[in-house]
């Protein structure tokens, strides 16, 4: 089976790749790392960890979400709040004890939610338990806490639904920011209508309410939390005849696209509203949406694909132009990058959208190593490295740990970084390693399902120079939700025009005498000031965008001359569309 | 929903809205989060709760889908041998790796359960236990063994949906089970049994109806 090992290993690279063969260990497993380092290592609090038992499913970190120097990590026994002002030294600030995974948390300005599906969770946030079918002690939702004094949460409002929330996604109104939206995606059966009244898990035929085949849409009041409710549960499987279970009739597609599968739930939905788009990873589909109307989203294009069991999570290119499906075969807790495991399964799909609205998949990305038969592996959650001019995206591999990818050219696409530890356990499979990795203000998070909260820096490469990671740590988020993609942008500096060229250097999109002396006039008009420099830098953009003309890479040598024309305009932002 | 439903539910679903049944304590504003007095005797506090509630149900549930899935795999084992058809030996294949991981994961909750895992695995899988819903009877995987090709493929299916479907009733009994599925690892267990089973009867129905249709 060894010729199913994933990736292609270049001549030159021969050296066996450090991720394997690393000591297992539960707090003291090895490590390896390549183009990155751990920053700092923070395990789980008292209260969330239990060091008796590491198979504790019910304390285990899941995902996490940012604001200003305050990380909010939450999991299945609740929420953990960091303080990162110093990542090198995280101070755990509270914690909300409030058990029922998942514990996939957004946050707001002073308000933070949380999704609450299992069949545990209560209102009062007690760790008894709720043990009657039907009980109105149970909470199965949206959960919302005004966060105003970080050391005192409160709860404010508890938003049940009828398959509680798996994950959600906050969505803030283009139009109107009194107020925000949170999409729920449900995937667990439904609760009986004595629970919860208008539940139902008939299928439509049956039931043409069913609370299958379709999404719920919170609307929260900003001033008035507690007035949150559901205000839409569309129906974003039907298709054009009104069937709403429009997506798993199947034949719609052409040939090869039979096998169509049973959508009647999304797992996760990424928003992109200055795009007016999502994308839903639902079940037996990746889909597009339209979300102009933020109450009311629409299906616009679909996806299957043979190789996926359970579309998981969506990612957006900053540009729109690409998305990124990740396939959860084995639901996060089964080893799926063995050498034996396929490498089209378990994996990431990277498709192209285009300007019809059309997904063409361009190709698949798995981790490029083996990992162990006790280590739970595939793809989960990542976001962007915001690296002008290229397309990056940090993951969380779990046991498989972080990888770094960059798929600029979607069907080529190349790790670039990578960390990894041993096994939890070399005996049986101890649900561990990494739910999440998402690049924050510079540094990249890893929320650790057993281990806690690791941050890490980038470190220069062959794949990746100096420049390109200040670049990148240029970018300034106030908050980051990982699900809601914010269209990044660049300012206009040297930083940012010297990763272009670095990139020009790669491509060959210069001759090397050219980009010697384009480096040479970008020192030395920083060295000027005033009209001197602006000069300067006009001079050298008329030159590059002569320079574009004859390059094989004249797109990028544009996004240089554009960038170089922003300095020397003195404006905020680099304009150059990536 | 008729507007009487929807103001029900509207009413269940954020509580501090409105007034609630008869006989319970009056909702107010949304309560305040019990926080106990040592968060660090929370984790503790959990694990003893979970100890105490450990529910018959969830290891009968375990024991039962152990063999239940150990009968998909004799059913998935038979394919290569007898059918050519690249979409059958891809579903049997992926049936095969999942649950054979779902029942290394179902030892592993036993034993640290202090359970056996059930001895009659072979004796069930063979049809020895029909009465698990959707599980074939000896009868039944006899005529599995005994299809070739074309005939294979669609008994495959039936079977196999059929059985897929065994299973979403077996995890749908489960949560109607008082005090069952109150840990994170039986509850997430028994939902991605759930989905993963019922996206996969979806492809092998699709399957199922492509078959149907007369190859030119």
């Known amino acids: 089976m060894a010729a199913l090992l994933l990736g292609a290993v270049p001549a030159a690279a021969q050296a066996p790749d450090p991720r394997i063969g690393l000591r297992a260990g539960w707090m003291d497993a090895g490590e390896a790392a390549r183009n990155m380092a751990l920053v700092s290592h923070t395990p789980r609090p008292a209260g969330f960890i239990d060091p008796q038992d590491m198979n504790n499913f019910g304390l285990i970190n899941a995902d996490l979400a940012f604001h200003g120097n305050t990380t909010f990590m939450g999991g299945f026994h609740g929420i953990q709040i960091y303080d990162m002002t110093d990542v090198r030294r995280p101070r755990l600030r509270g914690t909300i004890v409030c058990p029922g995974g998942q514990g996939d948390v957004s946050v707001h300005r002073n308000l933070l939610f949380m999704s609450v599906e299992e069949t545990r969770g209560r209102v009062d946030c007690g760790t008894a338990g709720v043990r009657d079918t039907v009980s109105a002690e149970r909470f199965r939702g949206v959960r919302i806490y005004d966060?105003?004094?970080?050391?005192?949460?409160?709860?404010?409002?508890?938003?049940?639904?009828?398959?509680?929330?798996?994950?959600?996604?906050l969505v803030p109104d283009p139009r109107d920011s009194s107020h925000v939206y949170i999409y729920v995606s449900g995937t667990a059966p439904v609760r009986p209508g004595a629970e919860l009244a208008g539940c139902s898990g008939a299928r439509p035929e049956q039931d043409p309410n069913t609370s299958l085949f379709r999404i719920e849409v919170i609307r929260v009041p900003l001033a008035n939390p507690q007035q949150a409710r559901i205000v839409?549960?569309?129906?974003?499987?039907?298709?054009?005849?009104?069937?709403?279970?429009?997506?798993?009739?199947?034949?719609?597609?052409?040939?090869?696209?039979?096998?169509?599968?049973?959508?009647?739930?999304?797992h996760d939905i990424t928003v992109y509203p200055e795009m007016g788009l999502a994308a839903g990873a639902c079940s037996g589909n990746g889909i597009v949406l339209d979300i102009r109307d933020p109450a009311n989203p629409r299906r616009i294009a679909e996806a299957t694909d043979p190789?996926?069991?359970?579309?998981?999570?969506?990612?957006?290119?900053n540009d729109g132009r690409k998305v990124i499906f990740t396939d959860e075969w084995g639901g996060g807790v089964a080893p799926r990058c063995r050498a034996s495991d396929r490498p089209q399964w378990g994996a990431n799909a990277i498709f192209?959208?285009?300007?019809?609205?059309?997904?063409?998949?361009?190709?698949?990305?798995?981790?490029?190593?083996?990992?162990?038969?006790?280590?739970?592996?595939v793809a989960?959650?990542?976001?962007?490295?915001?690296?002008?001019?290229?397309?990056?995206?940090?993951?969380?591999?779990?046991?498989?740990g972080i990888s770094v990818f960059d798929f600029t050219n979607p069907a080529k696409p190349v790790e670039i970084a990578f960390f990894d530890r041993g096994p939890m356990s070399t005996t049986e499979v101890v649900v561990g390693g990494y739910w999440s990795a998402y690049w924050y203000n510079g540094h990249i998070y890893g929320s650790e399902i057993g281990r806690g909260l690791d941050v890490f820096e980038l470190r220069p490469s062959e794949h990746l120079t100096q420049n390109e990671i200040d670049a990148a740590r240029l970018v300034r988020e106030e908050t980051f939700n990982p699900q809601l993609q914010t269209r990044i942008v660049w300012p206009a500096s040297f930083v940012v025009a010297r990763a272009y060229l670095d990139q020009l250097k790669r491509s060959d999109g210069l001759p090397r005498a050219r980009s010697t002396a384009v480096t040479s006039a970008l020192d030395r008009a920083e060295r000027l000031s005033g009209a001197a420099r602006r000069t300067a830098l006009n001079t050298l953009a008329a030159q590059l965008t002569r320079d574009a003309a004859g390059s094989r890479d004249a797109a990028r040598v544009r996004m240089l001359a554009s960038t170089v024309r922003d300095i020397a305009a003195g404006r905020r932002q680099a304009s150059a569309a990536d | 929903m008729k507007r009487s439903a929807r103001r029900a539910a509207v009413c269940m679903l954020a509580l501090a809205a409105c007034g609630t049944p008869a006989g319970e304590a009056p909702a107010g504003p949304a309560p305040a989060v019990q926080q106990p007095a040592a968060p660090a005797d929370t984790a503790r506090r959990a694990a003893a709760d979970t100890a105490r509630r450990r529910s018959e149900a969830d290891v009968r549930f375990m024991q039962h889908m152990m063999a239940h899935h150990q009968q998909a795999r004799v059913m998935s084992a038979m394919v290569p041998e007898r059918t050519t058809r690249p979409e059958i030996?891809?579903?049997?294949?992926?049936?095969?790796?999942?649950?054979?991981?779902?029942?290394?994961?179902?030892?592993?909750?036993?034993?640290?359960?202090?359970?056996?895992?059930?001895?009659?695995?072979?004796?069930?899988?063979?049809?020895?236990?029909a009465a698990m819903p959707g599980m074939l009877t000896q009868a039944e995987l006899a005529r599995l063994a005994a299809a070739r090709g074309a005939e294979f493929d669609r008994l495959f299916l039936e079977y196999m949906i059929r059985h897929h479907e065994g299973a979403v009733t077996m995890v749908a009994e489960l949560f109607a089970t008082p005090g069952a599925a109150q840990t994170s690892e039986m509850y997430g267990f028994a939902t991605d049994v759930n989905a993963d089973q019922r996206a996969e009867i979806a492809r092998m129905r699709a399957l199922l109806a492509t078959l149907a249709v007369p190859r030119g």
């Open chain 1, 352 to 377: 192209n959208l285009t300007a019809q609205r059309r997904l063409q998949l361009a190709s698949y990305y798995k981790l490029p190593v083996a990992q162990t038969d006790t280590e739970n592996c």
């Open chain 1, 307 to 317: 190789n996926f069991a359970y579309w998981h999570s969506a990612n957006f290119s």
């Open chain 1, 147 to 169: 966060i105003s004094n970080l050391d005192s949460p409160r709860q404010v409002a508890t938003v049940q639904t009828c398959r509680g929330s798996h994950t959600h996604t």
């Open chain 2, 89 to 129: 030996r891809l579903i049997a294949e992926r049936i095969d790796v999942s649950q054979e991981d779902e029942m290394r994961q179902m030892r592993g909750w036993l034993r640290r359960h202090g359970v056996e895992a059930p001895a009659s695995d072979a004796h069930a899988a063979h049809g020895g236990h």
């Open chain 1, 380 to 400: 989960h959650n990542g976001s962007l490295v915001p690296v002008p001019g290229r397309d990056i995206m940090v993951q969380a591999w779990y046991q498989g």
């Open chain 1, 232 to 266: 839409s549960m569309p129906r974003i499987f039907a298709d054009a005849a009104g069937n709403i279970a429009g997506l798993w009739r199947g034949g719609r597609h052409g040939e090869g696209t039979q096998e169509t599968a049973e959508t009647d739930m999304c």
